[in-house]
């Protein structure tokens, strides 16, 4: 079967990454038809906006969108998007992506490898965060010219709908244990909140146990134990700042997948940014979006190819001969796709 994927290369190295991707993808036997939906500077480029809504209506129409990273300039007073009702204006331009497709979790699967991830190879967490609230709810104001300020906002029901989340992934993919991650002995109105709605949703699911940890003790532990988590389910900003400790605990940003979804959209994208400081040169780690492409044909019911690229991905790290220069080696994003190619052809599964 041919599933049709809406697909935006993204900014700095996305291009190069997203046909890296591509490319694994059809020697794992996936056949896929991509539909053109660019986003970020290649649209600015085009039509002279980063979000135009021909691309939003593309990707809400097929539903599933393989996504470079995008960059999201400093102090650029947001993003807009020029909606049939009116413009709408968003605090970035990978925030509006999100809010525009109504996504509401954003899955980081990481895990570690050997050899290259050294003490962290038994590494193996999954990150649940909450992308539509928290301290990037965009709203923000300066009091004066001295001093600005930020509402951290956690509703009940966005709390609610990511620890179903959590606690359906943890049953479907079984994983013994959820832990919640909050400041709640300080933030009792938000993080006080979230963490209660956690423990009530974990009520419903006996099979999984149900733990917390505070942000920075799970910091903590997350260096020290590399086992000590299963599923975390984490606000906004504690799962972007976990998500990326767990990546670099892991050996590189390069190896971390990430996955977003809402009702009726899901967008996979890789962990990291758009890296313009290595952009155009070869010398990107493209693992992180190739294994986000594999939770895409999970999600797509292709779980043979899925299974292929994960196993092919392993086999290339644990050979540790091609490796790009974040992971300690010299290969360029081309000898280890091509390595991570070939290899689709010798795992069996
Ligand atoms: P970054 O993740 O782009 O880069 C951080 C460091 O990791 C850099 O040294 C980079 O070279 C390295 N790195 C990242 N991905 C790598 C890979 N695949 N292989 C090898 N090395 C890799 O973070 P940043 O520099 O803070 O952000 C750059 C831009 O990306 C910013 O505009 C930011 O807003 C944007 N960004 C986008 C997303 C997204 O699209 N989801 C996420 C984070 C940052």
Known sequence: MTHRVAVAAGDGIGPELTEATQRVLEAAGASIEWVEAPVGKAAMARCGEELPWESLEKMRRLGVVLKGPLIAERLSGGAQVRAPEGVRTHPSVNNGLRRELAVYCNLRPVRGFAPVSGRYAALDVVLVREVTEDIYSGIERSVNEECGEAVKRITAQASRRIARFAFEYAARFGRKRVTAIHKANVLHRTDGLFLRCVREVAAGYPAVECDDRMVDAACYLMVKDPAAFDVMVLPNQYGDILSDLAAGLAG???????????????MFEAAHGAAPDIAGK???NPISLILSGALMLDHLGEREAAERVRLAVELVLGEARVLTADLGGTATTRQLTDAICEACERVAV
């Open 282 to 284: 070869g010398l990107a």
């Open 252 to 266: 590189s940003l390069g190896l971390a997948p990430g996955a977003n979804f809402g009702d009726s959209v899901a």
